[in-house]
């Protein structure tokens, strides 16, 4: 027998079956673009042949979850192989290439306050780019400021009595951010709960606030202009945003996901190699048959990383959980366009929301305001956000100034977040199986930060799991 000693606990290793595929070298390609004059780059994985000794853990997809599992697994010295259906590592947090613009794959911005992350990630690395701390509100023909009283305190003075909310509102406002931020995370997260919008309305919020600034701007966040997601993880993001920055990282969002990839074993990671099937409880090892046929194995467990459809439709028979009602995935509709800068409202980097409760778009910004290396030198991007379809923004800019866009792509992603309407229960087990283990933001709260915890839960449970007792040492 072989003992694995960690930090944290020793795991028992009983002549593993080992996978039979070779290990694949993930070193960097890297993909250099033109940014006003200058040379950034992009890290992603290539492949190439490479021996090293056998893992004993298996984690099946390379979103941030899986990543966080894996870097877990890494900490704690135990060999594992990260298997990824795609040609990349980040899952649904990736960045394309398109004309020399980055288009990250839907609405994406990262909170500097979230708590996992900063535990994971090098934040100078990232070249993090900083929004503006408040929003444009489309209302009535024209743009009115909201604006962090804590960070934009004249802007906020300028905004009391605007038509976004009344003054009492703004006052609410600056209340519940006291709330929040007073709250630890374990207490916002097991809270009792209801919706968003009957937490608002019991707050006193009026109805002209809810439906002209809480509703596109969290609605963005949920994907949920209906606000029936949990208070907590309103409370949750609320918080987050209280305490830090909406940003954009200098070379795309998935340079996070990428981040935490280039700090795990050269051979680790196999990419294109979607899982087919899982077989477990009535043998031992754990199975996995790959889509091309091949068999992989793993004596101390499997961790499913993949999104919840795919991890249903994977554990579907097999696990003892019992069956619960699935709620429908949220989903959104990302459209990015070209311009001139002289096409832009502004040079400001500002979140724009639709607040008139007419037409289909929630929400737009420049990318390129916020951090100019998402387009080339001279060259502008905007990103618009849909329930439906673009024609409502001649209204908001004027058609000389939209009919000016060219566009670039349209991403429809289908599951852009889980479901978290209560009840929801945001710190479940990761158990699913002996040896089997399921991680993602709908195990917790779906947030980057959730993801990245509950990839973290996992691994420590498996370690739990397999923890030899002293006196068997």
């Given at each position: 027998m072989?003992?694995?000693?960690?930090?944290?606990?020793?795991?028992?290793?009983?002549?593993?079956?080992?996978?039979?595929?070779?290990?694949?070298?993930?070193?960097?390609r890297r993909l250099y673009l033109s940014s006003r004059g200058t040379q950034t780059t992009i890290d992603t994985p290539s492949l190439k042949p490479s021996l090293r000794s056998k893992p004993q853990v298996i984690v099946v997809g390379a979103g941030l979850a899986g990543l966080a599992a894996a870097t877990k697994l890494n900490s704690e010295n135990i060999p594992f192989l990260l298997v990824e259906a795609s040609d990349s590592v980040g899952g649904r947090v990736r960045t394309d290439v398109v004309d020399s613009f980055l288009l990250d794959r839907g609405f994406q911005i990262f909170i500097t306050a979230y708590p996992e992350a900063r535990k994971l990630l090098d934040y100078q690395s990232l070249n993090l780019q900083k929004f503006y701390s408040g929003a444009r509100v489309y209302f009535d023909g024209e743009?009115?400021?909201?604006?962090?009283?804590?960070?934009?305190?004249?802007?906020?003075?300028?905004?009391?009595?605007?038509?976004?909310?009344?003054?009492?509102?703004?006052?609410?406002i600056a209340l519940t951010r006291l709330r929040a931020s007073s709250l630890s995370d374990e207490e916002i997260l097991s809270s009792n709960e209801v919706s968003t919008i009957e937490l608002l309305r019991k707050t006193g919020f009026s109805n002209s606030i809810i439906d002209r600034f809480y509703r596109p701007f969290f609605g963005g966040i949920f994907f949920d202009r209906e606000l029936e997601t949990t208070s907590r993880l309103f409370d949750f993001i609320f918080k987050c945003l209280a305490l830090g920055d909406n940003t954009l990282p200098a070379n795309g969002i998935a340079s996070i996901p990428n981040q935490l990839a280039a700090k795990l074993p050269p051979d680790s990671i196999k990419l294109n190699s979607k899982v087919a099937s899982i077989d477990f409880g009535t043998s031992n090892p754990v199975t996995l048959t790959l889509k091309n046929g091949e068999i992989l194995?793993?004596?101390?467990?499997?961790?499913?990383?993949?999104?919840e459809p795919e991890a249903q439709k994977l554990l579907a028979g097999k696990s003892a959980d019992k069956p619960v009602q699935k709620k429908p995935a949220r989903s959104t509709v990302c459209l990015y366009f070209s311009t001139d800068p002289s096409?832009?409202?502004?040079?400001?980097?500002?979140?724009?929301?639709?607040?008139?409760?007419?037409?289909?778009?929630?929400?737009?910004?420049?990318?390129?305001?916020?951090?100019?290396?998402?387009?080339?030198?001279?060259?502008?991007?905007?990103?618009?956000?849909?329930?439906?379809?673009?024609?409502?923004?001649?209204?908001?800019?004027?058609?000389?100034?939209?009919?000016?866009?060219?566009?670039?792509?349209t991403y429809r992603v289908r599951f852009a977040q889980p479901n978290q309407s209560p009840p929801t229960g945001l710190m479940k087990g990761p158990r699913v199986g002996p040896q089997v283990y399921v991680c993602g933001d709908y195990q917790n709260w779906a947030t980057f930060d959730g993801a990245l915890v509950s990839g973290r839960r996992a691994v420590e449970a498996l370690l739990e799991d397999n923890r030899v007792p002293a006196r068997l040492l």
């Open positions: 072989t003992v694995l000693s960690s930090s944290s606990a020793s795991l028992y290793f009983s002549n593993p079956t080992l996978p039979t595929s070779t290990h694949l070298h993930s070193q960097r743009f009115h400021n909201v604006a962090d009283p804590w960070r934009h305190f004249s802007d906020s003075i300028g905004a009391l009595t605007n038509p976004i909310g009344t003054i009492l509102d703004k006052l609410l194995s793993s004596q101390n467990g499997v961790i499913l990383a993949v999104e096409g832009l409202p502004d040079p400001d980097p500002v979140l724009y929301l639709n607040g008139s409760g007419k037409g289909i778009v929630n929400n737009m910004f420049c990318p390129t305001n916020v951090a100019p290396s998402y387009g080339p030198p001279g060259k502008a991007l905007v990103s618009v956000s849909l329930i439906g379809s673009f024609n409502d923004l001649s209204g908001w800019f004027g058609e000389s100034k939209v009919g000016s866009w060219s566009h670039l792509r």
